[in-house]
């Protein structure tokens, strides 16, 4: 079983949507998480980061931890179609290697006009 | 404001022959990541370097070999291609326990 676990969709939505990215994982050393956007032929850029449990938001994007359940979420509100992207959760601790970044194997979002 | 340079964007490879990706990064950063990116498997650490004089193995370090030339540059080095190795390779750089910057990737072919 992978460490991260995350639905690759793809996830149609029309524009105004309400859409929410979730991931799951097993490793209780996970302390921090993130959220990074790919666009098509592009590295992946952070969008949210979050330390532990809570809510984190920062304009139309809300980040959710739940440490208890093991599980992570991002919502986003007002969709447009510049979010069509794909979405990858990540999430490092003190571990074997470091703090080196444990990844799902990413959402692919459409937000059509 | 460049963040992470990789170096060279696209290549195209034959079986055997070798080859070294450049990272460079300008944010004083002291970690530094090799990944690749395949379909369906989402990003793998191959090695990291937690700090400068120190590389350590990652999830998938067969095939490859680094060199963290200094505080801004870890290379990645491919001895013996194989068309396994065709990816999309990616380096990163974070302070410790802090987020990861990402390169825009280089475009690996073997064939």
């Known amino acids: 079983q992978k460490e991260v676990e995350q639905d690759p969709g793809p996830l149609s939505v029309p524009e105004g949507a309400i859409v929410s990215l979730n991931c799951t994982y097993s490793n209780s050393a996970f302390q921090y998480f993130m959220w990074y956007r790919q666009y098509s032929r592009k590295g992946p850029e952070l969008l949210m980061y979050?330390?532990?449990?809570g809510n984190k938001e920062d304009g139309r994007f809300t980040a959710q931890v739940d440490k208890s359940s093991k599980y992570i979420s991002l919502f986003i509100r007002d969709s447009q179609p510049s979010d069509s992207a794909t979405y990858l959760c990540?999430?490092?601790?003190?571990?074997?290697?470091?703090?080196?970044?444990?990844f799902g194997k990413g959402t692919s979002l459409l937000v059509t006009p | 404001n460049a963040g992470v340079t990789q170096t060279p964007k696209f290549q195209v490879l034959k079986t055997g022959q070798s080859m070294t990706l450049q990272c460079a990064q300008d944010m004083n950063h002291n970690s530094m990541y090799w990944y690749r990116q395949d379909p369906g498997m989402g990003l793998r650490l191959i090695y990291y370097s937690a700090s400068e004089g120190t590389t350590d193995k990652g999830e998938v370090p067969n095939g490859y070999n680094v060199s963290r030339l200094n505080k801004r540059e870890f290379s990645l080095r491919l001895e013996s291609a194989a068309p396994s190795q065709t990816s999309v390779y990616f380096c990163?750089?974070?302070?410790?326990?802090?987020?990861?910057?990402f390169g825009d990737g280089t475009r690996l072919s073997i064939l």
């Open positions: 990163a750089s974070s302070a410790q326990a802090q987020p990861q910057h």
């Open positions: 990540a999430m490092s601790g003190r571990t074997n290697s470091g703090y080196a970044l444990n």
């Open positions: 979050t330390y532990s449990s």
